[in-house]
T-cell receptor, first 114, second 113 residues
Framework: QQQVKQSPQSLIVQKGGISIINCAYENTAFDYFPWYQQFPGKGPALLIAIRPDVSEKKEGRFTISFNKSAKQFSLHIMDSQPGDSATYFCAASKTGAGSYQLTFGKGTKLSVIP | DADVTQTPRNRITKTGKRIMLECSQTKGHDRMYWYRQDPGLGLRLIYYSFDVKDINKGEISDGYSVSRQAQAKFSLSLESAIPNQTALYFC????????????FGPGTRLTVL
């Protein structure tokens, strides 16, 4: 049973455009939603994360939008740049008793073309 | 991230062989994790350890075992490797006081022939 569904699998965006990646979760106990960025040959690295007490979090060109009632969250990359080309993973976890055991989506390969 | 190192970085082995992947960290984190990454399947948790005396199975532990030799070292073993264990393996660490962020190593690419 896949608890975090991510779409699309791949995305091609022109430089300067907006990249949008969507995730949906099933477990209502999840209360921590990070996005990880992975470049080829590297391990994933935390990009931005949100908790369900807010509907949006912005860090530079990266924004997470969170819809608790729909059990969905999305990553928006504004003014996409070729350097943003990477694979992006959404994830979710419960944090009760400090657990933070992450369940990952299947990933989205983003290509930003000049 | 140089604070989490994995050895070897690449390994080719044959079906039935025992293989060990090693992870070391200098972050001082108590929590360590092993993940497997397959194309189109994302990252799946194999085992995790919240301290030296605590080992827990993840989503896909069958065919794998782990050893937490010290706070800084967490090894993953494949007792009898099979071709469908060909994958990219990542070790990660975390400190719950830092809000849930996991810090990943550079990965080990394992090929089982």
């Amino acid at each position: 049973q896949q608890q975090v569904k991510q779409s699309p699998q791949s995305l091609i965006v022109q430089k300067g455009g907006i990249s949008i990646i969507n995730c949906a979760y099933e477990n209502t106990a999840f209360d921590y939603f990070p996005w990880y960025q992975q470049f080829p040959g590297k391990g994933p690295a935390l990009l931005i994360a949100i908790r369900p007490d807010v509907s949006e979090k912005k860090e530079g060109r990266f924004t997470i939008s969170f819809n608790k009632s729909a059990k969905q969250f999305s990553l928006h990359i504004m003014d996409s740049q070729p350097g943003d080309s990477a694979t992006y993973f959404c994830a979710a976890s419960k944090t009760g008793a400090g657990s933070y055991q992450l369940t990952f989506g299947k990933g989205t390969k983003l290509s930003v073309i000049p | 991230d140089a604070d989490v190192t994995q050895t070897p970085r690449n390994r080719i082995t044959k079906t039935g062989k025992r293989i060990m992947l090693e992870c070391s960290q200098t972050k001082g984190h108590d929590r360590m994790y092993w993940y497997r990454q397959d194309p189109g399947l994302g990252l799946r948790l194999i085992y995790y350890s919240f301290d030296v005396k605590d080992i827990n199975k993840g989503e896909i532990s069958d065919g794998y075992s782990v050893s937490r030799q010290a706070q800084a070292k967490f090894s993953l073993s494949l007792e009898s490797a099979i071709p469908n264990q060909t994958a990219l393996y990542f070790c990660a660490t975390s400190d719950p006081g830092l809000g849930g962020e996991q810090f990943f190593g550079p990965g080990t690419r394992l090929t089982v022939l």
